[in-house]
């Protein structure tokens, strides 16, 4: 072939549910949270602290279509207030799987 493009056929898709690291990490007053569904799923998505204490939930049983979706943490708790520096962990429940990544929260 001279020039063009070239289609690749049969090539399988991600299918696997994903959830990006949280983006800047660390961070001081808010992240992004990233993850992808290959399907229309429930999702929740919370914040724990290292004990696995839940200090809030961004998304709470709600349907969201397949594909990639972005919510922000802004380091706050479900009661609105701060949450410390420190260590915590988002989780992702979609169906029956999750996926979990860890953020890390300094001073603003």
Do not use: C
């Not at 049969?10 to 983006?23: E, I, K, M, N, W």
């Not at 961070?27 to 929740?44: D, H, M, Q, W």
């Amino acid at each position: 072939m001279t020039g063009g493009t070239i289609a690749i056929v049969g090539v399988p898709q991600r299918t696997d549910l994903a959830l990006s690291a949280p983006a800047p990490n660390p961070f001081g007053s808010r992240t992004l949270l990233r993850f992808t569904l290959p399907r229309e799923s429930e999702v929740t998505l919370d914040v724990l602290d290292v004990s696995g204490r839940r200090v809030k939930s961004l998304v709470l049983g709600e349907p969201r279509s397949a594909g990639t979706h972005l919510v922000e943490w802004d380091g706050r708790g479900d009661r609105g207030e701060r949450e410390p520096p420190g260590m915590y962990f988002v989780r992702l429940v979609a169906g029956p799987e999750r996926r979990v990544q860890r953020v890390v929260r300094i001073a603003p």
